[in-house]
């Protein structure tokens, strides 16, 4: 039962434009949410992340938005950079959880 | 170190052997996950340990597969009598908390 989901496998986009990524989640007890990077032959690190009582977050190039009404956050990276091309893992937790639920993740390709 | 350390990094094995996986967590941080990653599949909960709580195991796909954390520190994931569907790459992380996860690079298994 995937309780976090990223329909898109993946993303293909032009230096210096913006990057969108997109998350559902079904589980209505998530509160916090994380975005991870990930390299191939590397583990996941953390990107960003952001509170069920806020709705926007940023950080530099990197800006999450929830919408909790439909379970909806999205990962915007701009501009978007050659090293930005990673797998992206969005994640979820539920208060007083420490287990996270990822998503299957979206493969991002910045072209020069 | 200064991050997570699994090893091995590669294991090729037989299907019915045994296999175990290391994971040295960062020091300080109190809870370690173990996770894994299938061929194009996302990040799949196996177990989570927290303290000297009872472990979480509730990831955990079959009998076949235990883990265990001495010290409240390294943790060892075994996988008895592999199967090729068990081939994937094992992924630990730690934390202090809820939250940010640290994770290791991954033992990447395959089971022939």
């Known amino acids: 039962d995937q309780q976090v989901k990223q329909n898109s496998p993946s993303l293909s986009v032009q230096e210096g434009r913006i990057s969108i990524l997109n998350c559902d989640y079904t589980n209505s007890m998530f509160d916090y949410f994380l975005w991870y990077k990930k390299y191939p032959a590397e583990g996941p690190t953390f990107l960003i992340s952001?509170?069920?009582?806020?709705d926007k977050n940023e950080d530099g190039r990197f800006t999450v938005f929830l919408n909790k009404s439909a379970k909806h956050l999205s990962l915007h990276i701009v501009p978007s950079q050659p090293g930005d091309s990673a797998v992206y893992f969005c994640a979820a937790s539920a208060l007083n959880d420490y287990k996270l639920s990822f998503g299957a993740g979206t493969t991002v390709t910045v072209r020069a | 170190g200064a991050g997570v350390s699994q090893s091995p990094s590669n294991k090729v094995t037989e299907k019915g052997k045994d296999v175990e996986l290391r994971c040295d967590p960062i020091s300080g941080h109190t809870a370690l996950y173990w996770y894994r990653q299938s061929l194009g599949q996302g990040l799949e909960f196996l177990i989570y340990?927290?303290?000297?709580?009872?472990?979480?195991k509730s990831g955990l796909p079959s009998d076949r597969f235990s883990a265990e954390r001495t010290g409240g520190s390294v943790s060892t994931l075994t996988i008895q009598r592999t199967q090729q569907e068990d081939s994937a790459v094992y992924l630990c992380?730690?934390?202090?908390?809820?939250?940010?996860?640290?994770f290791g690079e991954g033992s990447r298994l395959t089971v022939l």
């Open positions: 992380a730690s934390s202090k908390g809820a939250g940010e996860l640290f």
């Open positions: 952001i509170s069920s009582i806020k």
């Open positions: 340990f927290q303290g000297n709580s009872a472990p979480d």
